[in-house]
């Protein structure tokens, strides 16, 4: 046997030869995408009630708060509404009732309690609603309410207030 084609034939078994396979490779690319809506819950954590407890027929501004609980996308701004409750026919005219007695109160947006601070529902120029700018967490926004006088039958009176937040 030839000693060249012995050396060339051992090489060939070692993998060893010039025209030997080799690794290739290639590239490619793909995109990684998100699209992030805005959103605001002012369900998931309960507001708390105002709640004027029990006073006598006697008290003249009986003040007290509660407190909505928004979560909306940072940055996001968001108006929050009230309605005008079961009784009333606009923001000024709120009443928690007790049978037919109804006794008057109003719900504001800040603790000043002002005609300017009433809480309602109007929208635009000379509007009443409540706006905001969402932070990523929950924030707590107070109602503060008042009831003017209590000079009014005796008896447990309530109502219930709708709020909404647009964004």
Same mark, same amino acid.
């Given at each position: 046997?030839?000693?060249?084609?012995?050396?060339?034939?051992?090489?060939?078994?070692?993998?060893?030869?010039?025209?030997?396979?080799?690794? *290739?490779?290639?590239?490619?690319?793909?995109?990684?995408? &998100?699209? &992030?809506?805005?959103?605001?819950?002012?369900?998931?954590?309960?507001?708390?009630?105002?709640?004027?407890?029990?006073?006598?027929? #006697?008290? #003249?501004?009986?003040?007290?708060?509660?407190?909505?609980?928004?979560?909306?996308?940072?940055?996001?701004?968001?108006?929050?509404?009230?309605?005008?409750?079961?009784?009333?026919?606009? $923001?000024?005219?709120?009443?928690?009732?007790?049978?037919? $007695?109804?006794?008057?109160?109003?719900?504001?947006?800040?603790? #000043?309690?002002? *005609? $300017?601070?009433?809480?309602?529902?109007?929208?635009?120029?000379?509007?009443?609603?409540?706006?905001?700018?969402?932070?990523?967490?929950?924030?707590?926004?107070?109602?503060?309410?008042?009831?003017?006088?209590?000079?009014?039958?005796?008896?447990?009176? *309530?109502?219930?207030?709708?709020?909404?937040?647009?964004?």
């Amino acid at each position: 046997m030839n000693f060249r084609l012995l050396i060339t034939s051992a090489l060939i078994g070692l993998g060893l030869t010039s025209g030997g396979a080799q690794a *290739a490779t290639a590239t490619t690319t793909f995109n990684v995408r &998100i699209t &992030i809506t805005t959103a605001c819950d002012i369900s998931t954590t309960a507001p708390t009630d105002v709640n004027f407890g029990t006073q006598p027929s #006697t008290a #003249t501004n009986v003040d007290n708060q509660g407190a909505l609980n928004v979560n909306c996308t940072p940055s996001s701004p968001y108006t929050i509404s009230l309605d005008n409750g079961q009784n009333g026919t606009d $923001a000024n005219t709120r009443k928690m009732s007790s049978g037919t $007695a109804q006794v008057p109160y109003q719900l504001y947006r800040l603790a #000043t309690r002002t *005609a $300017a601070d009433i809480w309602g529902s109007t929208t635009g120029t000379g509007g009443n609603i409540y706006a905001g700018t969402g932070t990523g967490t929950v924030q707590t926004v107070p109602v503060y309410g008042r009831v003017p006088t209590t000079n009014f039958p005796a008896g447990s009176y *309530a109502d219930v207030i709708t709020a909404t937040i647009t964004y």
